[in-house]
Nanobody
């Protein structure tokens, strides 16, 4: 499975960005797709996950501001990020699990005035 992210960039506090991730390759039976983020020097942390059964999980820090959506027919997962804060600055990684875990290359999101 290959994962390619797009949509990162620079945004002012309070602004919005939308990240997209396209999965290709052996995408059959992907169970979970979602997003993690990592700040240099810190551990990678969960942002949002979408499971095949329809359940969704968000990190407490992004609840009410971020929204994950998944299109199984297109093998895509998006992350709509609103009301962005300085502390949302990180490299965002697309995640997929099909037995094994797969990661995208990451896309930088910088929130700065």
């Amino acid at each position: 499975v290959q994962l390619v992210e797009s949509g990162g960039g620079l945004v002012q506090p309070g602004g919005s960005l939308r990240l997209s991730c396209l999965a290709s390759g052996d995408t059959d039976s992907i169970v979970t797709m979602g997003w993690y983020r990592q700040v240099q020097g810190k551990q990678r942390e969960l942002v949002a996950l979408s499971r095949s059964g329809g359940s969704i999980n968000y990190a407490e820090s992004v609840k009410g501001r971020f929204s994950i959506s998944r299109d199984n027919a297109k093998n895509m997962v998006d992350l709509q990020m609103n009301s962005l804060k300085f502390e949302d600055t990180a490299v965002y990684y697309c995640y997929a699990r099909r037995g094994s875990i797969f990661w995208g290359q990451g896309t930088q999101v910088t929130v700065s005035s």
